[in-house]
């Protein structure tokens, strides 16, 4: 179950200008024009963005790119403390938004599988009692022992896939339907993602494929502007959203 | 609040292995001598150091074990300055996990930490060997092995506590400000020759001897020093005051680092 209660981000784009001596020098000088130049520089990714996931439900997010969807996951998933509101999440989450974050070149996909593993919060034992099945996954089983760096982007991909969609998890975040590798596994991770989406657990899943997201959710969320346009039934929801975009007039804000 | 730190240590628990491991596995990939360096290492270094000392510069300190001494100062030093500059650039070189998935930060100049720690203690086997050799005549004088060891332990948790505060606090301003990393460079090379790692307190003028005490590095060095070298039992005083470093320096380190974590995701 998730609730999500009255959550705000606010980012500062001025950050990367603020730590140099030139610009500390002016800041320094006229104190004033600094603090309007910050306002200026504020950016709010989500404003005051209030939603709940029942525990079992599958939960679609769309929006345009940089409505705050990416955003929204982060937050969900403990990543970013959000600037005011609150989030709370009963369960374990298993964030599936990038494959292959951890990996370290220098170690064999062996090493990596565990590595790996511990990073995204298995046990020990869990990776042990799942060694043969992650390897058996990946197709990779003749290149155990060879280090990661060796491996082509498609290999990479496809071990990484294979250790992320190991869990059998309680709340499941997914930033699009992820098929990597050649058209054989591409189907197959295909095939696996939509399996655990529909194994009956939580599930927040972003995407821009409505086809996707009619199939598979319940329920779905309209992010834009770091705003909720509109929550409810999925395919009135997906009609709306897509007459917008292609009809190229901007949503109302709420 | 403690029952959910330990929950929480004992859930990652497991990743802080993988982390050292992967550390350990990194640093002697592709390297003949392996593990064997952090044997040999200090070795030479304790040697190349006597020789420039003892030799070129005809540097003293009377009465003593000079090569023991130089080599508890080396070892103890190496450990300080190495684990806290690991430390410091962990949370920054670890920023694309940070900046993916939630992993509580603290982890990474702590696992910096141990594993320069793991290290310390293999160089502890060479600096053993080194002592057992002084019965042979090594260094002149011989440093008899004595029931104060059995407080070097606890000198040793010391200075690790002292070092993770350290690493945590500079690992959170190192986020913020690039700059740390250059000036800690610079800091450590000043630490270094104001910490009687190779010369003794007593050629200093007086003035900087009284100053020395607050050196926190130097009340470690001596302790250990006066231990093996002079063979002495350290007052409880020294011992209680090596705790307070060890255990000031990590409260302030947490408090500064749990204070800043959730805003590390906008500068990394």
């Known amino acids: ?254 | 609040m403690i029952k959910k730190i330990l929950i929480n240590f004992k859930r990652y628990w497991f990743l802080m292995t993988q982390l050292i491991l992967r550390d350990f596995k990194v640093k002697y990939k592709r390297s003949v001598l392996g593990v064997i360096w952090s044997l040999l290492y200090p070795i030479l270094m304790m040697t190349v150091m006597a020789i420039v000392f003892s030799q070129m510069f005809r540097f003293k300190v009377e009465g003593i074990n000079y090569l023991v001494y130089l080599m508890t100062g080396i070892i103890m030093f190496n450990y300080f300055s190495e684990a806290s500059h690991a430390a410091m650039t962990s949370v920054v070189d670890n920023f694309l996990l940070i900046n993916k998935v939630y992993i509580p930060k603290y982890i990474f100049p702590l696992a910096k930490c141990i594993f320069v720690g793991i290290n310390f203690l293999l160089t502890l086997i060479p600096w053993l060997g080194v002592i057992a050799l002084s019965y042979a005549g090594l260094g002149e004088y011989t440093c008899h092995f004595n029931i104060n060891y059995l407080l070097l332990p606890y000198v040793f948790l010391c200075l690790f506590l002292f070092t993770v505060g350290v690493g945590l606090f500079l690992s959170c301003v190192s986020v913020f400000l690039r700059d740390v990393f250059y000036i800690y460079g610079i800091v450590t090379t000043i630490w270094n020759y104001l910490t009687p790692v190779f010369y003794s307190i007593e050629i200093l003028p007086t003035k900087l001897q009284y100053l020395m005490r607050f050196n926190p590095l130097y009340q470690f060095l001596n302790t250990t020093r006066t231990i093996v070298v002079y063979e002495q039992t350290p007052s409880l005083a020294t011992l209680g005051m090596l705790g307070f470093l060890g255990l000031a320096a990590v409260a302030i380190g947490s408090i500064v680092f749990k204070k800043n974590q959730d805003k590390f995701i906008y500068y990394v």
């Open chain 1, 1 to 254: 179950m998730i609730d999500i209660k009255n959550v705000s981000m606010k980012f500062n784009l001025g950050i990367e200008k603020e730590f140099s001596i030139k610009q500390a020098f002016v800041n320094f000088l006229s104190p004033k024009a600094r603090k309007t130049r910050k306002k200026k520089e504020e950016f709010w990714a989500l404003n005051d963005v209030s939603f709940h996931v029942d525990k079992g439900e599958v939960v679609g997010l769309i929006g345009s790119n940089g409505a705050g969807k990416s955003t929204l996951l982060k937050v969900v998933s403990g990543v970013m403390k959000p600037t005011k509101g609150k989030v709370q999440v009963n369960g374990v989450i298993s964030p599936m938004i990038e494959l292959g974050a951890g990996f370290d070149g220098n170690l064999t996909a062996r090493e990596n599988i565990y590595l790996n593993g511990a990073i995204l919060g298995y046990s020990k034992k869990f990776l042990q009692d799942k060694f043969e099945e992650i390897v058996e996954f990946s197709e990779l089983r003749e290149f155990l022992d060879v280090p990661v760096k060796n491996f082509s982007s498609g290999m990479t991909a496809k071990l990484a896939f294979s250790i992320a969609t190991i869990v059998n998890p309680e709340i499941l975040i997914v930033d699009e339907i992820l098929s990597v590798g050649d058209i054989k596994f591409q189907e197959k991770s295909k095939h696996k993602m939509m399996e655990l989406i529909k194994g009956g657990t939580t599930v927040l899943y972003v995407s821009h494929s409505l086809d996707s997201i009619r199939e598979l959710c319940d329920k779905v969320v309209w992010l834009e502007h770091g705003q909720i346009v509109d929550i409810g039934d999925t395919n009135r929801i997906c009609d709306e959203y897509f007459d917008k975009q292609m009809g190229n007039t901007k949503p109302k804000k709420k």
